[in-house]
């Protein structure tokens, strides 16, 4: 007090008035005391924020504002106005949240504070990523990475690296997602953040789950864990469980899926984190629904919608909707599950979420479908494909081109199906050129699978005598399998292209929109009577791919449909021909695994009944148009089960079909490069699995040691690693230095994940399929697989085969051998013995000499069962 009276008196001896003097001073006071309340209220904000007390969050935000834009701070303006655009993004409020992010980032630029603008710009993309206004979202985050830099900020780089990455991750570019977070993860490392290297590990094994790669999601998941329980940082470890459930979700292993959840949720009940609870409930109402438990299913979404409209989560609450609605359409109760979609659309188009409105279209019109009500299902599906193009998503797109096209086949109006069909595939197809896949939760919007979409497209062509087209449709039905089952497939130039739209139905393809329902048939007879004017020349025109077909080879691409099998035949210089074959898919399958069972029964003497079977389906239909095209090479690209069986194994009665032809599985021609000339002095690096090593689990193969011992006498420049010296280290080292790979050990091929195929080496490593893109092959001519077997346990459509055929192709090696079941030492011996021995001979293809090889051991009174001879298949270049 005597200090301040001190001051006092000397300013008045200066002459200075007194009460300016404490009317500035009392204004000082007022100032720094507002300031103070407001930093208190921007703080309680933060922590109500933190525990998903948005409404509470919201108040304690605004009046902060209030007192700071009374003081006139206004560093602490802009930065209040960015809190408030997070809460009105979380309420749902996006034009809210926009505008106050635009007010936030104003206030920077005008001040000067590049660090406020930066972030700014990260919020308001945020805020156009969660409307699914992705490329707006890129724009504005891209812009914050240039600030960041230039500032030198690395915290905020990191960032806005982080959020480009979230932003193509949404596209479903997870390629370049990954290539976003692995620099936000560099960052975080060089600057000590470990918050920021725990998050850039979940991204990045959010994209890797997305492509299918599973083990290296569970690793990232797990070190994202370990950091969040080091920083006992009680939020993030809740989301890297509930990422963990995501994983095993996507694996089928729907028990460990729904422990994580469960500890997630408890985690989110604990801290009182609503969001996070409301979330982890709607992550188990879709794993029960995934178990077909819709009661469960409808428990726990009730629940999620519960906790999002506790804390005003419009967002979240239109989601729980869509779910309810999901489930209650799974129970055939399909009046309540149009209540709850409509509930689901109408939030949606209050909040402006688009890409929500879309979907949930999509799932009306489906709901209709099954109905049988075409005219609402499909006006409903082209208010969702209207939206999906208008903001540019592709998947949602292509969903809604296919399911118009679905609806429109079963109103019998085929041409126009053919059409809506076709447009869908055009749009997956330059989907796959961007590295693009569909995610599980999006797939739901199909009313078929997208192979299944490709697959009634081939049915309707080849209906309509366009066999040309249903080929070209077939060859990308082979693609989109390996898509399904391997992800990340990218196709190549060929693919690319899709499949040609003829002038009448490029014409027609944007005349729907504007026709009533009730003018479709019409619409759809034009379309017929003008394709009808087209010459059979033009429509089934031979694509230039096809045309270096040389003579006496033929396509042979058989189709597996519910009520037939359509079998089509190319030959060069001719249009293609296709031959129905009446037969229930049930019928096949059973024939197919009686062959089977034969085949692989060295003992079995009704072999040749059942090969005969087979052939009367598959070869008899076509037998004159192969002799009349002097066939001697097939290039065979087997449908579903029909890809556990050899081609060779055939009997016509006399003959096995392995007598008459070479023959080659193709993956899809339009993959195979049949340009490339194999180099014509074999350099073989050969490894023998022998005794094995214990970890591995798997029987000995001791005569693979002799196996390839007869090799090296064959070619002694030969490089043999044989046990513990056969390991992947030693394989992938070393075979950049040779042109063919022979690996005479334990591998298996197995339906489902990816992750459960694999190669054991003798020392006990592993390669699973999913790895064997990574392998630098490009100088191998042939890989060989001596002892592997296919559907082990049960079959399937056989796309395991398939995908190990891609990965080799993939990786760089022209040609494959696999055997389709593991066939005894002794005769595997025998044959590979065989067969280098002609491909010594540099006048025999790879085809040829394995041809030559099965038929020496024909006549080998040892060794004449198919089962001995025929399990070997090759796949790809057969040159």
Known sequence: MRKSLGILLSLMLAGLPVQALCSESAHAQTTAVRKTEADLLLKQGTQQYLVSQFESALQSWQQALTLYQQIKDRQGESATLGSLGKVYEALGKYDEAIASNQKSLAIAREIGDRRGEGQALIDLGVVYRTRGNYAKAIEYHAQSLVI??????????????????????????????????????????????????????????????????????????????????????????????????????????????????????????????????AKSLGYLGNVFYDLGDYNEAIKYHQSSLEAAREISDRRGEGKSLGFLGRAYEA?????????????????????????????????????????????????YHKSGLDIARKIKNRDGERISLSNIGLALQKQ????????????????????????RGLKKEEQQSYLNTVAGNYRRLADLLVKQGRVM?????????????????????????????????????RIVSGQLAGVSFEKIPELNRNLANQIQQIPQAEINKVPEYLQKIPQGTVLLYPLILSDRLEIILFSPNTIPIHRTVPIKKADLEKLVEDFRSDIRDPTSLDIKSSGKKLHDLLIQPIKAELTQAKTDTVLYAPDGLLRYIPLAALYD???????KYRISNLIAYSLTDFDLKPKNVPHILAGAFGKGHPTSKQAALPATIAEVSEITKTFPNTVNLVEAQFSRTATETQMSNHNI????????????????SFIIFGNGDTVRLSEIIDWKMSNIDLIVLSACQTGVGKLGDGVEILGFGYQVQRAGAKAAIASLWSVSDGGTQALMQSFYEYVKRSDFTKAEALRQAQISTIRSPKFSHPYYWSAFILIGNGQ
Request: glycine share 10%; aromatic share 8%; net charge neutral.
């Open 469 to 505: 087209e249903a080929l070209q449709i077939l060859d990308l039905l082979k693609v989109q399998e390996l898509e399904d089952f391997l992800k990340n497939i990218k196709g190549n130039d060929r693919t690319a292209q899709g499949v040609r739209l003829l002038e009448p139905e």
């Open 148 to 277: 960041t830099r230039e500032i030198k900020d690395r915290r905020g780089e990191g960032s806005a690296l982080g959020n480009l990455g979230m932003n193509y991750y949404a596209q479903g570019n997870y390629a370049k997602a990954i290539e976003y977070h692995e620099q936000r993860l560099a960052i975080a490392r060089e600057i000590k953040d470990r918050q920021g290297e725990g998050n850039a590990m979940g991204n990045l094994g959010n994209a890797y789950r997305s492509q299918g790669h599973y083990a290296k999601a569970i690793e990232y998941q797990e070190r994202r864990l370990a950091i969040t329980r080091e920083l006992k940082d009680l939020r993030g470890e809740g989301q890297s469980l509930g990422f963990l459930g995501l994983v095993y979700r996507s694996l089928g292993n729907y028990t460990k899926s729904i422990d994580y959840y469960k500890q997630s949720l408890a985690i989110a009940i604990r801290i009182k984190d609503r969001l996070g609870k």
């Open 331 to 379: 129970q055939g109760n399909y009046n309540k599950a149009i209540q709850y979609y409509e509930s689901s659309l109408k939030i949606a188009q209050e909040i402006g979420d688009r890409l929500g409105e879309g979907e949930t279209l999509d799932f009306l019109g489906g709901i209709y479908q099954v109905r049988g009500d075409y005219a609402k299902a499909i006006d």
């Open 741 to 756: 790979l022979h690996l005479a050990t334990h591998a298996e091929f197995n339906l489902g994940n990816p992750d459960n």
């Open 653 to 659: 009665g006399k003959q096995w079909l392995v007598e």
């Open 412 to 435: 019998n109006q085929l041409d126009l199906s053919i059409v809506f069909y076709k447009q869908s595939v055009n749009v997956s197809e330059s989907i796959r050129q961007d590295i």
